[in-house]
């Protein structure tokens, strides 16, 4: 988590709405994925879900937090992120997966 705030600090932004970047962060964690932080928060869930033995957190709670995040993202955030950077995003949403990295064939 720490990663991904250190590259908004770098553009004077953070990842808070009332203060946004003013450029689109695609560095570090975020060439890999387009919502690090979040991803980080679902593993913990899952994590969590099997420290707990918990059936419920593991196939219950986990994926409906992941699926109403998703579903947040593609009706508030992503347009707002177009919107506001243009093309920019639309290139970086195209080439970089929203929560888990693709893992590329050598």
């Known amino acids: 988590m720490l990663w991904s705030i250190l590259h ?21 964690p975020y060439s890999y994925i387009r919502n690090p932080m979040l991803s ?10 099997i420290l707990y033995r918990s ?14 995040n998703f579903l947040e993202l593609k ?8 919107n506001r950077f243009g093309k920019d995003y639309s290139k970086y949403k195209k080439r970089v997966p929203m929560f888990f990295p693709k893992f590329k064939k050598k």
Do not use: C, D, H
């Open 8 to 28: 908004f600090i770098r553009v004077k932004g953070t990842p808070v709405p009332f203060n946004p970047p003013p450029k689109l962060v695609t560095t570090g």
């Open 40 to 49: 980080g928060v679902f593993i913990l869930m899952f994590g969590l879900g």
């Open 75 to 82: 009706a508030i955030e992503e347009p707002e992120l177009e």
């Open 55 to 68: 059936i419920s957190m593991f196939f219950i709670f986990t994926p409906l937090f992941i699926l109403f």
